[in-house]
Every structure is written in structure tokens, then in C-alpha cells.
């Protein structure tokens, strides 16, 4: 099962993930986070910080 990440986190794991080299099935996988949201973290802009 998927571990809950809290909003503010989206950003420093949307830079981990691209940092990372991996895929973002891969990146998803490692770190346990849905493919979806981590594809939803990587189209929002920078300064949307929820």
C-alpha cells in the first residue's frame, strides 16, 4: 500500500524524482507514493505550494 505524503512534501519529492533518473513508475515504486500523484506533482508550478 501506498504511504500518505503530506501536500507540502510534493515538491521535494517532485525534485527527488527528477534528480533521480528514474522512470516515474520506478520512482513511484521506490518510494511508495501513486504513479498518478507523482504525475499530478510534476504539472503544477513551482510557487503552488498548498
Known amino acids: 500500500m501506498a504511504k500518505h505524503v503530506e501536500k507540502p512534501e510534493w515538491s ?3 525534485e527527488a524524482f527528477e534528480a533521480s533518473g528514474q522512470t516515474q513508475r520506478e ?3 521506490a518510494r511508495g ?3 498518478s500523484t507523482l504525475q ?3 504539472n503544477r508550478p513551482a510557487n503552488d505550494v498548498p
Open 27 to 29: 520512482f513511484a515504486l
Open 40 to 42: 499530478s506533482w510534476g
Open 12 to 14: 521535494r519529492i517532485a
Open 33 to 35: 507514493v501513486r504513479l
